[in-house]
DNA sequence: TTGACGTATAAGACGTGGCTTATATGGTGG
DNA sequence: CCACCATATAAGCCACGTCTTATACGTCAA
């Protein structure tokens, strides 16, 4: 989960998937879209497929890349936590909330 | 939407958010639940002030910390573009898909 | 008024992230 | 076979992020 929101909070990571979202593509492909060296591309990549947000397979001497969205999973539910509250007035701010909520006490970095 | 991206990226800030998202409290109630020291939790509710995630004010010598949810807004309308593969078979992967996600050519970071 | 409290800011250390150029490696086609 | 292609990896650079200790600043209570 940590590496997953590692992984988007860079906008060149968030818009390689927005790509991939449309499809398979190749590296070059991809970086057709950027402005950054080809390096560059595959470090991001790499991270992404730590992630587990992409998969890639080799074609001839290319490499796809495909989409992985289950690893986009936990934000969406990490987000969907913070839903009830765009649908209440917000002068609940300061309400104690659903104990689904509930967090443990003591949190260990 | 870069810096909120940003600001969820690390573990401790989510952290804070969801205690947050209880409900109100102050920097020193916050600080009970982490180990690191009183100016780095500072740095991260700064770092959250300024993506917009939380509203401050101060009560006699303290100050008391709120959630504002509509900041991840953001994150919620991004990962909803990935909601559709998660109902779908895997099989799509390769599929072309819906022109609702179709961006620019040319992506400058 | 003064000392204590609560928290923001300053400054420093150091690890990490994201970029670059260079190079290694595997695949293709003439 | 060999030159070219595509891409991963190596190594370096430097800005940034995250921690620390020290201190400044505003508020409170005796």
Redesign the interface.
């Known amino acids: 989960m940590?590496a997953t929101?590692?992984a988007?909070?860079d906008?060149?990571r968030?818009?390689i998937?927005?790509?991939l979202?449309?499809?398979?593509r190749s590296v070059s492909d991809l970086l057709?879209?950027?402005?950054?060296s080809q390096p560059a591309l595959s470090q991001h990549l790499k991270v992404l497929r730590d992630a587990g947000l992409v998969?890639s397979k080799p074609v001839g001497r290319q490499r796809q890349y495909?989409?992985n969205?289950?690893g986009?999973?936990s934000?969406?539910d990490?987000?969907?936590?913070?839903?009830r509250?765009?649908t209440e007035k917000?002068d609940g701010?300061?309400?104690?909330?659903d104990r689904e909520?509930?967090?443990e006490?003591?949190?260990?970095?």
Do not use: H, N, Q
Request: aromatic share 16%.
């Open positions: 940590d929101f590692r988007i909070s906008p060149s968030r818009a998937l927005d790509l979202a449309e499809g398979e057709g879209f950027f402005t950054f998969l495909a989409l969205a289950e986009l999973r934000v969406a990490w987000v969907r936590a913070y839903e509250f765009w917000l701010l300061g309400a104690v909330l909520a509930a967090k006490r003591e949190i260990k970095p």
